[in-house]
């Protein structure tokens, strides 16, 4: 069995996030703000500034992509004590990839304001990576290394191209290292795989540690 088809068979289909499947290696995936309801918002002035979606583009192959957070399917279920609900915390897509040959998880998440919750959500999405990786290997015999990617997609554009934060002087063992990319548009907004990877390469050129994203 292959890894795309173990996945297909323990991820539930109804959380699945359909993608552009291609053959050019030059494959599409747009992620939705899983939390957005148009009848949140009051005024269609303040439903324009929010963020709903960003299609990442030009990713070599996708193996699965899944909403962690679905709201008919919570993650981690009733098995968490509701009291502790930070560890429960879900990105808002989870895709796993091929790209330039490597073996990636991108953990994505989409924030119109505040970033509450960020960090738990990057920290729940990893340890559910490792576990489902455990399972891969006891159940399946598949043994793969993956390079997990925490990417933030926002209405802060910054420097207009995706960067490391925090701040190599504010990372220690405990923070979770994430790529960040803002957009001032709600809709149609795209995101270019290789300008990701070039954040990667930046960082690891200027000799600042990012193991923790491996």
Do not use: W
């Not at 747009?30 to 009848?39: A, G, S, V």
């Not at 009733?78 to 429960?88: E, R, T």
């Not at 073996?103 to 960020?118: I, Q």
């Amino acid at each position: 069995m292959t890894l795309k088809e173990a996945l297909f068979e323990l991820i539930e289909e109804n959380v699945l996030i359909d993608f552009d499947e291609k053959n050019d290696q030059n494959e599409t995936i747009e992620i939705i703000e899983t939390n957005h309801q148009d009848n949140d918002y009051k005024t269609q002035k303040s439903k324009k500034q929010k963020l709903h979606s960003v299609k990442i583009v030009g990713i070599e192959k996708i193996i699965i992509a899944f909403k962690p957070d679905d709201k008919n399917y919570h993650f981690l279920g009733g098995l968490i004590k509701d009291k502790v609900k930070h560890i429960k915390k879900a990105c808002d897509g989870i895709i796993f990839c091929k790209i330039k040959g490597q073996n990636y998880v991108l953990l994505v998440e989409l924030k119109s304001d505040y970033k509450d919750g960020l960090q738990d959500k990057y920290k729940a999405g990893r340890l559910f990576i490792t576990f489902l990786n455990e399972i891969l290997k006891s159940y399946y015999n598949i043994k793969e290394n993956f390079m997990v990617i925490n990417i933030l997609f926002d209405t802060n554009p910054q420097k207009g191209k995706p960067m490391f934060l925090p701040v190599p002087n504010q990372r220690n063992e405990e923070v979770e290292i994430y790529v960040q990319q803002g957009f001032q548009k709600s809709e149609g907004n795209e995101s270019r795989i290789r300008d990701i990877l070039n954040a990667i390469n930046k960082e690891q050129s200027e000799n600042n540690d990012i193991t923790y994203i491996n």
